[in-house]
């Protein structure tokens, strides 16, 4: 059964349409409590800055591109998203953090921690399809990367001196030799 | 038989089978299973990519907007440091000399990072000031002479006075929109400037690639390498800039 889009999805869309009142609210409401957890854990405030950044263009990434629909309130799933990347920086220098994981996040609802997992398990999946992506041949890993600019296809073909046609072609088994790649990964 | 489902699903999804083939697919996609993971990879695959290499225009704004907000409320670093210091007891302490030792290792870290002469090279190398070219039609001199003279002296927050007007007579004027743009960079007003070069590379004048290598070097100049690489990827072999846009990126 498809979960109900959370009210808070309007948050997400302020984000994707650079709403500055919103994005301003997101901050009133969350970047404080950012902002001790990190200073709290051996951080300082230009640490929480940064990872407050970054989820929220994580958060960003996945509405544009993986189509995101929130199923839980925001504000704690934002927190919850920066927590875990404070605490992944900290294990990556070895640095053990003063709050013991997560337990004091047991309020959370299950709906917030799923949700935040997910985020996390496509930035995992991100990570294998550009190791993926790096395996393919020059001539490939070109074709893919001026055809996910953004630009009309026909331009593409121009600035690479194909005609429109041989480039539809040629990215299909790109992308499908892309795909065999990660196939085999999960095998 | 497995790799032609992967190709026929890339083939599908990249709008590249006919009618009857598409509806072919479909059919076959209502049971089988294997054809239905194959389009799931295939649609994360296309996502992750565009994630990654989509020249957003929009994330842009937002990571700016993002970026002046941090400054509104991460900022009094001192004042919450100092409230937390008072509740967090530490948990190493380092002797005297150590930390005057990594104090000013610190010091020096930042310092290089803002100095960061390796940058400044690449940059310095690879930022030839361009020559406004302007051919003297008689003893008086025209606006126009007057705004190359003022460029090619480097004079740029005069000449960005001077282009700006004749800009503003002629915004058709593809040589005048790039000197005012490369102006409007110099002097700071870099936004403005690549909106005026950004459209400039869309057209079809001979100062294309010339405001396509003048994007990279603005961005190469705040050490973006992803946008500087961007830029320089747009340039085709065969332009005047092909060569020198192929060795910076081989150096980035």
Not at chain 1, 121 to 128: A, D, M, T, W
Not at chain 1, 145 to 157: F, P, T
Not at chain 2, 35 to 47: F, Q, R, S
Not at chain 2, 237 to 247: H, I, S, T, Y
């Amino acid at each position: 059964m498809t979960k109900k889009v959370h009210e808070d999805q309007r948050y997400v869309t302020a984000l994707l349409t650079n709403d500055v009142a919103l994005v301003n609210e997101i901050y009133k409401k969350c970047a404080g409590k950012v902002k001790s957890f990190v200073l709290f854990n051996n951080g300082n405030a230009d640490d929480a800055a940064d990872i407050f950044q970054e989820a929220l263009v994580d958060i960003y990434n996945q509405a544009k591109y993986k189509d995101l629909q929130l199923t839980c309130p925001f504000e704690p799933f934002l927190l919850l998203v920066c927590k875990r990347k404070w605490l992944n920086e900290l294990k990556k220098k070895s640095v053990s953090p003063v709050t013991k994981g997560e337990d004091d996040l047991l309020h959370i609802g299950e709906d917030t921690f799923e949700q935040a997992e997910v985020l996390a398990q496509q930035q995992e999946q991100n990570v294998l399809f550009l190791q993926a992506f790096e395996k393919l041949g020059e001539r490939c890993k070109e074709i893919i990367r001026w055809s996910m600019k953004g630009e009309a296809q026909e331009k593409v073909a121009e600035t690479l001196g194909v005609t429109y046609g041989y480039l539809r072609k040629k990215k299909s088994e790109c992308m499908a030799s892309l795909v065999k790649l990660i196939d085999r990964k999960n095998d | 038989m497995t790799e032609d489902k992967i190709l026929w699903t890339a083939r599908y999804a990249e709008g590249d089978l006919n009618e009857t083939e598409s509806l072919a697919y479909e059919s076959l996609l209502k049971h089988d299973q294997e054809l239905k993971e194959h389009l799931l990879d295939y649609l994360e695959a296309h996502g992750s990519l565009r994630m990654l290499f989509a020249y957003d225009n929009e994330r842009k704004s937002l990571v700016s907007t993002l970026e002046a907000l941090n400054e509104e409320y991460f900022d009094n670093i001192e004042a919450a440091e100092a409230e937390i210091d008072t509740v967090q007891p530490k948990v190493t302490k380092l002797s005297t000399y150590l930390r005057w030792v990594s104090g000013l290792a610190a010091v020096f870290v930042l310092g290089m990072l803002i100095w960061a002469p390796w940058k400044g090279d690449l940059y310095e190398q690879f930022n030839a000031a361009p020559q406004m070219n302007v051919a003297e039609r008689g003893a008086e001199k025209t606006d126009l002479d007057q705004a190359a003279t003022l460029f090619n002296d480097k004079k740029y927050q005069e000449a960005k006075v001077a282009l700006s007007k004749l800009n503003l007579a002629d915004s058709q004027n593809a040589m005048v929109t790039y000197y005012y743009g490369v102006s409007l960079i110099e002097t700071s007003e870099v936004a403005k400037g690549r909106l005026l070069l950004e459209e400039l590379f869309k057209g079809d004048s001979v100062y294309k690639y010339d405001a396509a290598y003048a994007m990279a070097m603005s961005y190469l100049k705040e050490d973006k390498k992803v946008d500087t690489r961007f830029w320089l990827e747009k340039i085709p072999d065969g332009a005047v800039q092909f060569e020198k846009a192929q060795q910076l990126l081989k150096k980035l």
